[in-house]
């Protein structure tokens, strides 16, 4: 079982509608979660990040940690076209040796149709 | 500043040749690594820096090779192409390890055949 789980989708809504995109995980000692938005042959890019639980809000976006359950969401109010790209989730933790390395998601392909 | 930086952009190999992927940043970065992505497999860590003189493998580090002998430059060495490697490579930095803010480079589209 991977460390984290996400749909790969592909994903299609229309304009203006809320999109939902998450993702498990098993790793009860991940802290840092992170959303990372990837544009069609371009490099990840980091979006919203949260700490430990609760909600994240950044304009359009939220995003939404639930420890108890091992779940992160990302939704986007009012889609744009724009916001067509693969998102990717992605989690760290703090050890004795200090931050551990990130571990990502394989992506959720999301595409807004005008 | 130009961030993470990275050539080639695109290569063709045939089995059992060698090259040498080029990652540089300009942010002055202790935490360097290279991605590999694949469909269905995300982002996999092959190796990773945490300041010159200092590498470490990450999660599928076998057929590449690394070293940091400056901050800014941080190459991927594929020592015997083999199809299983045709892949996008990315490089990342990051002020510390495991910093939730990763710059990625504009990636490598590497094929072997």
């Known amino acids: 079982q991977k460390e984290v789980e996400q749909d790969p989708g592909p994903l299609s809504v229309p304009e203006g509608a809320i999109v939902s995109l998450n993702c498990t995980y098993s790793?009860?000692?991940?802290?840092?979660f992170m959303w990372y938005r990837q544009y069609s042959r371009k490099g990840p890019e980091l979006l919203m990040y949260?700490?430990?639980?609760g909600n994240k809000e950044d304009g359009r976006f939220t995003a939404q940690v639930d420890k108890s359950s091992k779940y992160i969401s990302l939704f986007i109010r009012d889609s744009q076209p724009s916001d067509s790209a693969t998102y990717l989730c992605?989690?760290?933790?703090?050890?004795?040796?200090?931050?551990?390395?990130?571990?990502f998601g394989t992506g959720t392909r999301l595409t807004i149709i005008p | 500043n130009a961030g993470v930086t990275q050539t080639p952009k695109f290569q063709v190999l045939k089995t059992g040749q060698s090259m040498t992927l080029q990652c540089a940043q300009d942010?002055?970065?202790?935490?360097m690594s290279w991605y590999r992505q694949d469909p269905g497999m995300g982002l996999r860590l092959i190796h990773y820096?945490?300041?010159?003189?200092?590498?470490d493998q990450g999660e599928v580090p076998n057929g590449y090779n690394v070293s940091r002998s400056t901050t800014e430059d941080f190459p991927l060495r594929l020592l015997s192409a083999a199809p299983s490697q045709t892949s996008v490579y990315f490089c990342?930095?990051?002020?510390?390890?495991?910093?939730?803010?990763?710059?990625f480079g504009p990636g490598t589209r590497l094929t072997v055949t």
């Open positions: 790793n009860s000692a991940f802290q840092y």
């Open positions: 949260t700490y430990s639980s």
């Open positions: 990342a930095s990051s002020y510390t390890t495991g910093s939730y803010e990763q710059y």
């Open positions: 992605a989690m760290s933790l703090i050890s004795n040796f200090g931050n551990e390395k990130l571990t």
């Open positions: 820096s945490v300041g010159a003189g200092i590498t």
């Open positions: 942010m002055n970065h202790e935490y």
